[in-house]
């Protein structure tokens, strides 16, 4: 069976400060992989995908990158984190082609301080 | 804006009675729906989806109704339980082939006994 891990489950970091988030997935290959950001009160939203390794695609502008070094792994990241950084991370994985369902990581809590 | 929408941000339901959890779009390139549901401090779990050629999809207690010409979508749980307290996500995909999700704000369900 397929599992998701992401780490660390929670970070606290200084505004500036760099930021790597780690996601892995176990028991498929080649999936889709994605970055969710869930901020206060708002609803998920979607920060990058991959569709392979190597390839990424940005969907909002803002202080984050991301980088699939091997398949199975997906890494967020940023230089200089900013207060408004803050929120609850989830990787997801899904099958490749339509209609199949994302299956979401335990998630990473980022406070901004 | 706001392509997918749940207006109502909770709803609390007695056990053994119906749970209807409502969502709205407006992109008419939206072809698949998926509920989630999610625990605190959790990663959402996939629940039930549907797919715009159809209008319903049934699994155990869950049923998943869509109207197309409304461009709504609703979720029933029945009968409910207290372990279905949690915030439940609708989200949308809208055909690009890469699966980009977009979700809508959640409803936080409680179930009393």
């Known amino acids: 069976s397929q599992t998701i891990h992401q780490w660390p489950a929670t970070l606290v970091q200084p505004v500036g400060s760099p930021l790597s988030l780690e996601c892995t997935v176990e028991?498929?290959?080649?999936?889709?992989l994605y970055w969710y950001r869930q901020a206060a009160g708002r609803g998920l939203q979607l920060l990058f995908y991959s569709v392979g390794i190597g390839q990424i695609s940005s969907e909002v502008p803002q202080n984050l990158s991301a980088s699939r070094p091997q398949d199975r792994q997906f890494i967020l990241s940023s230089k200089k984190l900013l207060l408004s950084d803050s929120g609850f991370y989830l990787c997801?994985?899904?099958?490749?082609?339509?209609?199949?369902?994302?299956?979401f990581g335990p998630g990473t809590r980022l406070t901004v301080t | 804006d706001q392509q997918v929408k749940q207006n109502s941000p909770s709803l609390s339901v007695q056990e053994g009675r119906i749970s209807i959890l409502n969502c709205d779009y407006t992109?008419?390139?939206?072809?698949?729906f998926l509920w989630y549901k999610k625990y605190p401090a959790e990663g959402p779990t996939f629940l039930i989806s549907?797919?715009?050629?159809?209008d319903k999809n049934e699994d155990g207690r869950f049923t998943v109704f869509l109207n197309k010409s409304a461009k709504h979508l609703s979720l029933h749980i029945v009968p409910s339980q207290p372990g279905d307290s949690a915030v439940y996500f609708c989200?949308?995909?809208?055909?690009?082939?890469?699966?980009?999700?977009?979700f809508g704000t959640g409803t936080r369900l409680l179930v009393s006994p």
């Open positions: 549907i797919s715009s050629i159809k």
């Open positions: 992109n008419s390139m939206f072809d698949y």
């Open positions: 989200a949308a995909d809208p055909n690009t082939g890469f699966q980009k999700l977009v």
């Open positions: 997801t994985w899904s099958n490749s082609g339509p209609y199949y369902e994302q299956y």
């Open positions: 028991g498929t290959s080649n999936p889709n």
